[in-house]
C-alpha cells in the first residue's frame, strides 16, 4: 500500500490537495482512502469508518472527541479497584471535555485502525493522508516513536517477570500493586504505536507538502525540510498551491503573479529535479469533486519510490561498510543528511546506547547499532548538507580473534 501523508503550513489548501490528490489517484483506477480530521466539501458527512465517494475513493474522518472519552471510560473501568480505594467519584461520558492533546492521540489510533484493516484485507492501493499544519504535523509524526520510548523506560518489560510477587508486595506495602491490566494495557498500546511507526517509515510512504509560492512559505519549507531529514522522510511533491494566471494587464493582479513565479522558479531550482508541482487558484473555494479535478497533475504514482526507513548510513574511513562489524582501518563514520541546517543549530550528546540529537527546534533519540555501541564518539562535522559523527572502536569491547 502506497502512502501519502499531505502538510503544509496553515491555510496554504493542504486539505484540497489531500483531497484532490486521493481523487486523482482513484480516477486512475486505484483503491482510494482519504483520511482527514476536516469536512471536505462535496464528500459524504463522513465518519471514523469510510464512507464510499466514488467507486474507487473511500473518506474517513477523525473524532477526537470520541476517541477522549471512549479511552477515558475505557481507563477508568480498568482502574476501578484503585479509583474505589481512594475514594474517587466515576465520571460520565456526558461531563468529559476533549483535553489538549487528545487529539494527536486520536489521529494516531484513527490511522492505525484504518491502515491496519485495509493492509490486513488488501483493500487499498493508495492511502492519502490529510495531516495537521505542518508544526504540528511534525510533531505528531515524531510522536509514536517517542512514545513508545517513553513506555519501554516507565515499564519495562523485562520486570514483568516479578508479577507473581505483586500480592505479596500488596498485602506488604497496604496498597495495590501495578496489575496485570496495567502492563496488558501498555504492550497493546506499543503494539499500536509500533504499527503505525512502521507506516510512517515504510518505503511507500511520502510527504506531500502544500504551500502557496512566498517568503512566508519558503521558511516554514526550509525548517520542514531540516526536520522531515531527520526522521528519514522523503518528500515526492511540493505543491505550489492557489497558483494565479500569469501574464495579467491588471498590474496588481500581474505583481501578485510575478511574485508566486518568482518564488515558484526557486522552490524548482532548491528541491529536487520532479518535485515541484503546481494546483492553480480556481478563483473560489472548491465545491465538490469536478472543482478538485481541475487542479490536476495530482495523482501520486502507486509503485514504490525508493529505500526509506532509517536516514542514516555507514562509512569506514570515508569509505562504505557495514556497521555490524569490526573497523578495518579505524573510525566509523555515521553520516546523516541535513539539508538546510547551519552548523550552530547542529547538537549532538552520546548518553549510553543512544545519540541525542538536535537540529533547531527538532529533536531525535536515535539507539545506537550493536557495531557502534562499542565505538566512543570521536568527532562530528556538518558539511555539505551532511552530518558525519565519527566513531573510533574501544579497544576493551572489540575482543580480538587470530
Known amino acids: 500500500m502506497r502512502t501519502v501523508l499531505v502538510t503544509g503550513p496553515g491555510g496554504a489548501g493542504r486539505t484540497t490537495v489531500a483531497a484532490a490528490t486521493a481523487l486523482a489517484s482513484a480516477r486512475a483506477g486505484l483503491r482510494t482512502l482519504l483520511l482527514s480530521a476536516d469536512a471536505v466539501p462535496g464528500f459524504p458527512a463522513g465518519g471514523t469508518e469510510p464512507v464510499e465517494v466514488t467507486g474507487s475513493l473511500r473518506y474517513a474522518r477523525v473524532d477526537s472527541g470520541a476517541h477522549f472519552r471512549d479511552e477515558l471510560l475505557d481507563l477508568q473501568d480498568r482502574a476501578s479497584g484503585v479509583l474505589g480505594l481512594l ?76 508479577r507473581a510477587l505483586r500480592p505479596v508486595l500488596a498485602q506488604l506495602a497496604g496498597v495495590p500493586a501495578p496489575a496485570q491490566w496495567l502492563y496488558e494495557a501498555a504492550a497493546r498500546k506499543d ?3 509500533a504499527a503505525v511507526q512502521a507506516l510512517i517509515e ?25 526536520g522531515l531529514a531527520l526522521r528519514g522522510l522523503r518528500v515526492d511533491a511540493l505543491v505550489a498551491s492557489r497558483v494565479l494566471p500569469r501574464h495579467s494587464q491588471d498590474p496588481w493582479f500581474a505583481a ?18 520532479g518535485t515541484l508541482r503546481e494546483a492553480a487558484h480556481l478563483g473560489r473555494d472548491p ?95 556538518l558539511t555539505e548538507g551532511v552530518l558525519r559523527v565519527r566513531f573510533a572502536p574501544d579497544p576493551a569491547l572489540w575482543p580480538r580473534t587470530r
Open 87 to 162: 475514594g474517587a467519584n466515576r465520571l460520565d461520558a456526558g461531563e468529559l471535555t476533549e483535553l489538549p492533546g487528545s487529539a494527536q492521540l486520536a489521529f494516531l489510533h484513527t490511522l492505525h485502525r484504518v491502515a491496519g484493516g485495509d493492509r490486513s484485507g488488501g483493500g487499498t492501493d493508495v492511502l492519502v493522508v490529510d495531516l495537521p499544519p505542518l508544526g504540528d504535523a511534525l510533531a505528531l509524526l515524531a510522536l509514536p516513536e517517542q512514545l513508545r520510548r517513553y513506555l519501554r523506560r516507565l515499564l519495562p518489560p523485562e520486570r514483568q517477570a516479578a
Open 191 to 193: 503494539a499500536e504505536l
Open 202 to 226: 515504510d518505503a511507500s510512504t511520502t510527504v506531500r507538502l502544500v504551500a502557496e509560492p512566498g517568503p512566508a512559505a519558503d521558511d516554514a519549507l526550509r525548517a520542514a525540510r531540516t
Open 256 to 273: 501578485l503573479a510575478a511574485q508566486q513565479e518568482k518564488w515558484a522558479a526557486q522552490w524548482a531550482r532548491q528541491w529536487p529535479p
Open 287 to 381: 465545491r465538490g469533486p469536478e472543482d478538485l479535478a481541475l487542479l490536476g497533475g495530482l495523482a501520486p504514482d502507486a509503485r514504490t519510490p525508493g529505500p526509506a526507513g532509517d536516514p542514516w548510513w555507514t562509512e569506514e574511513a570515508g569509505a562504505a561498510g557495514p556497521a555490524g562489524g569490526e573497523p578495518a582501518g579505524g573510525a566509523l563514520v555515521w553520516c546523516l543528511p541535513l539539508p538546510e541546517a547551519g552548523k550552530k543549530d547542529v547538537h549532538l550528546v552520546r548518553r549510553g546506547d543512544e545519540l541525542l540529537l538536535t537540529v533547531g527546534p527538532f529533536r531525535r533519540i536515535v539507539r545506537l547499532e550493536s557495531g557502534l555501541r562499542r565505538c566512543t564518539v570521536s568527532g562530528a562535522a
